[in-house]
């Protein structure tokens, strides 16, 4: 299985423990997210130390304030590192509105921009931005490849399948009891396009809601989508593979 989404450095316990944790519990490969400029570097570093762990490089839209020009040359730096395989996360965030809207978009278009420059997936984050979010998207990322992280746009999701570079992934939520919509988004995904994630160190699956999340515990979100699309944990977990791999481009 593959954690496409999580924050090591967010995490209370070691890299290396959750990691060996990871790998016991059958997770292959994991991307672990920055979201500033020292988390970035935090996940570079990771993705130094172990072989199974990939690094994504962004501004999260609640990090935007004052975006300029020098935060641009530090993401592009960043970047460029061998090990980071996306961009993001990036998006609009109005639930905690911890920036100005303004700022937001513009780190959201610079970061999608860095994307195409450098032939890598942009990671999205959205929370109460729906509409302005899928409207800069459709503007601006025409033939980038598209990761929405932590799927939340249940009612859009005929919108985001139209879109042939979008991949949706979940998150721990899916498997809430009162999250009939968004499971029944889930049902809508093609399998080359439906990623699984943990966003460690939240939203942390039913069986172990209340407890901090860890990438190990991607697998228990993968067996509750593999229950509720009625197919094998297996093919599911190959389905997922195979989609990590064509949006984040690595072999093997």
Known sequence: MIDSHTHLSSCRAPDAELVEAALEAGVRRLVTVGTDGASCRSALAAAELFPQVYAAIGRHPNEATGFDDADLAELEALAAHERCVAIGETGLDFYRQGAPAADQERAFVAQIELARATGKPVVIHTR?????????????????????????????????????????????????????????????????????????????????????????????????????????????????????????????
């Open 128 to 252: 109460s931005a729906d509409e302005e979010t899928l409207r800069v998207l459709r503007a601006h990322a025409a033939g980038v490849k598209v990761i929405l992280h932590c799927f939340s746009m249940a009612g859009r999701v005929a919108d985001c399948l139209e879109e042939p570079d979008w991949w949706l992934s979940f998150a721990g939520n899916v498997t809430y009891p009162k999250a009939e919509e968004l499971r029944a988004a889930m049902l809508r995904v093609p399998a080359e396009r439906l990623l699984v994630e943990t966003d460690a160190p939240y939203l942390s699956p039913q069986p172990v809601r209340g407890k901090p999340n860890q990438p190990a515990y991607v697998t228990l979100t993968a067996q509750a989508i593999a229950a509720e699309r009625r197919v094998g944990y297996g093919e599911l977990e190959r389905s997922v593979e195979r989609a990590a791999a064509a949006v984040f481009g690595w072999s093997g």
